[in-house]
């Protein structure tokens, strides 16, 4: 098990390697299909959303308000990343991303940004809502709630020892290959 | 002037005998609907139904889960996935917050008598969906296809969705299946024959489809998980008779030998591609494989797939005469 603290630096995330299990602690921003498209198409952050060596987390969580106007994190699970493999690798580049922590991994394109810009894929463990959300310290801040609706808005993370699995490093390996790889010549041989 | 009204309903269904005032209500009315009584309790029945369902994973996943971890090798990707997994539905039931929080689309089956009433039944099971959702149960799950809008209300065109069943009996039971969108993505429909596949119209070709199916899931369904398959009907009632399968307990055997050899197959056959859960590499890629077969007309030949997720959220209630919850069904 690996702590990985903010500040996210490129030295600490090159050191990362297929495989490694970290525990992630800082400030990590949610952002899934509509945010992806959004930012694809041309369209700006807001101010106070900061991806500059930071972390995408690929989540629609369950936030419920509380009387004195803060959010309560109830659930907050990976959703699936290859949705976003036509827009990930730009962003990586573009916003100077460190970490992309989502569930099932990416493709080609995002292997290639990662190795070059050093980014890593951090798998978390998808549908363990409960023992994310406990996690999620505290919800700081939510954008375009309104115009994306909440699963699908800029949430503002402060995370505490969130646990993933590094799939895809910084240096052009990827799980997900390999065992796509080794599960298809175990196929061929079954049939 | 307060009206009292007795609320009867066609035979042989007998309603609870609690007369209760039913203000400003004339008798044509109290006659013609289920009875305010009835309904309001439906919904507080279909809430709670709901809220297990989302919070609460079923015995028998729960054991194959179990099962599963001991299966896995100490220490690996895979058990250490299989453990958090196991927290988090200790945590979700401990809370009563959802085990996932994609609760899904929300699928209704519901057993009722010749003469119910089904529309005030989905009237009543959409408030259920509304208050869930206000409650936390429920995420805000419902999108405008053609806005991209989510008003938040969980409910819209085609959500809830209803599947009724009429038999001849008193009894109303109803099942409800919270499917995530994750594993949803990564059903699919194959239509034989398949030459890639080298898929033919026999069990061999469609036992090479699900296989597929399986491999190009990888994780993304969130493993390890569970199949519902149809062999034949059309595309549409291909893929609806393919996730009635999921109202099936994991450690039932089907009647068919024929189908009951190829689930067994098809289980071990995936477990030794390595896939694992969520992909990482494991022991226990499926946890269950469940098959049915339709007719279909000659030119078509389909096997529809679908791929529940670990998060395998199925419960189900029978309702007594005054919609109380009587039973729990899983």
Known sequence: MTKLAFPFTEEKIRSLKMGDEVLISGVVFTGRDAVHKYLHEGGKLPPGVILRDGIIYHCGPVMMPQPDGSWKCTAAGPTTSIRE????????????????????????????????????????????????????????????????????????????????????????????REIFARSEAALSELL | MEIWARVTLAPPYKLNTNIEPLNRLTA?????????????????????????????????????????????????????????????????????????????????????????????????????????????????????????????????????????????????????????????????????????????????????AILDAVLQAQGKGCGPGILGVCIGGDRATGYELSKTQFLRRLEDRNANPELDALEQDILKTSNELGIGPMGFGGKTTLLGVKICAANRVPASFFVSVSYMCWAYRRQGVTLDAGANIEGWLY
């Open chain 1, 85 to 176: 493999e036509p827009y990930q690798g730009q962003i990586i580049r573009d916003y100077g991303v460190r970490g992309v922590i989502g569930k099932g991994g990416m493709g080609d394109r995002t292997l290639a940004a990662c190795k070059e810009n050093g980014c890593v894929y951090l798998h978390a463990v998808g549908g363990a809502a409960q023992v994310l959300a406990e996690c999620v310290k505290r919800v700081r801040n939510v954008y375009f709630a309104a115009e994306f609706g909440a699963p699908e808005a800029i949430w503002e993370l402060e995370i505490e020892d969130f646990p993933a699995v590094v799939t895809i490093d910084a240096h052009g390996n990827s799980l997900h």
């Open chain 2, 28 to 208: 044509a009315q109290a006659g013609l609907s289920l009875g305010k009584i009835y309904m309001s309790q439906l919904q507080a029945s279909l809430v709670e139904l709901i809220r297990r369902t989302s919070a609460e994973i079923p015995n028998d996943v729960h054991q194959a889960i179990l099962t599963s971890l001991e299966n896995e090798k100490k220490g690996s990707l895979a058990a250490n996935a299989i453990k958090i997994i196991d927290q988090n539905i200790a945590l979700a039931k401990q809370k009563s917050q959802p085990i996932c929080q994609d609760t899904g689309s929300i699928l209704f089956y519901v057993d009722v008598p010749v003469g119910y009433d089904q529309i005030a039944f989905s009237e009543a099971a959409r408030e259920a969906v509304m208050e869930a959702t206000k409650k936390g149960f429920l995420r805000q799950n419902s999108v405008d296809s053609l806005t991209g809008k989510n008003d938040g209300t969980n409910v819209g065109p085609g959500a809830p969705a209803f599947h009724f069943h009429q038999q001849r009996s008193p009894k109303v039971s109803v099942k409800l299946v919270l499917k995530g969108g994750g594993c949803e993505n990564v059903g699919a429909q194959y239509s034989l024959p398949n030459e890639k596949l080298h898929a033919s119209r026999d069990l061999d070709g469609c036992r090479r």
